[in-house]
T-cell receptor, first 116, second 110 residues
């Protein structure tokens, strides 16, 4: 079974530019999450989709970040315009319900974003 | 105060040693608990879930103390391949965001 995939693996852009990250979850997983790790900090939640609906977007830093999941399959996370503090590793995770309702989230390899 | 606190380490131990990591969490509503492993420049991977009764998977034993809001991971007979960062992770619902600690770095040496 294919795991969570993310594209691109790396992105280097200049401040003010736009970047779009893509995540393809494990097939059949309704839950899709975006997380971010900035240098020296812990991994932090950004938002959660259930199918195509945003379930929780409490972690989104500001309105420069826009996430979509049209059709409930893959998701995109767009940063526009990018700022220096947006640099970090963006992880996507997907999940399905497991034994006794305990959910396991499986992570993609991440996109390393550097804003210059 | 961080929601999940871990000693960042590094823990440098010789092969064959037993090492223990601890973690505390602040949200008493937390329902699920996990240890994830993260290798350098890789994604986090689930090592094991943590249950109140304690659970064991080979050389790895995890314990949860809800009263003290404390989670532990014990690694016996350490291998070089155990070198990684171990992330303590909690979640407050059955399908909800994960809250991560900063991770504890383990380096196993010859």
């Amino acid at each position: 079974e294919a795991g969570v995939t993310q594209f691109p693996s790396h992105s280097v852009i200049e401040k003010g530019q736009t970047v779009t990250l893509r995540c393809d979850p494990i097939s059949g997983h309704d839950n899709l999450y975006w997380y971010r790790r900035v240098m020296g900090k812990e991994i932090k939640f950004l938002l959660h989709f259930v199918k195509e609906s945003k379930q929780d977007e409490s972690g989104m830093p500001n309105n420069r970040f826009l996430a979509e999941r049209t059709g409930g399959t893959y998701s995109t996370l767009k940063v526009q315009p990018a700022e220096l503090e947006d640099s970090g590793v963006y992880f996507c995770a997907s999940s399905s319900r497991g034994v006794a309702g305990v959910e396991t989230q499986y992570f993609g390899p991440g996109t390393r974003l550097l804003v210059l | 105060r961080k929601e999940v606190e871990q000693d960042p380490g590094p823990f440098n131990v010789p092969e064959g040693a037993t090492v223990a990591f601890n973690c505390t969490y602040s949200n008493s509503a937390s329902q699920s608990f996990f240890w994830y492993r993260q290798d350098c420049r890789k994604e986090p991977k689930l090592l094991m879930s943590v249950y109140s009764s304690g659970n064991e998977d080979g050389r790895f034993t995890a314990q949860l103390n809800r009263a003290s809001q404390y989670i532990s991971l014990l690694i016996r007979d350490s291998k070089l391949s155990d070198s990684a960062t171990y992330l303590c992770v909690v979640n407050t619902g059955t399908a909800s965001k994960l809250t991560f600690g900063t991770g504890t770095r383990l380096q196993v040496t010859l």
